[in-house]
């Protein structure tokens, strides 16, 4: 599961973001070793949405400080 909205982010803890952020982290390190290693990705939207997920967790962590 790659995609995570606003909706769902907004009723998750700070330990519950922090615990989805890790999960995103290793989910896009993954699919950069399968893309480097000449293979091509088995989902090519995935690539984008897990990026722009991290990205939305990072700035509802930010804003919450």
Given at each position: ?65
């Amino acid at each position: 599961m790659t995609y995570v909205g606003n909706r769902e982010l907004s009723g998750m803890s700070r330990d519950a973001l922090n615990s989805r952020l890790e999960e995103l982290l290793e989910e896009m390190l993954q699919m950069r070793a399968e893309q480097s290693m000449g293979g091509s990705p088995s989902n090519a939207g995935a690539f984008k949405a897990t990026r722009r997920s991290i990205a939305r967790i990072r700035t509802k962590l930010h804003t919450e400080e």
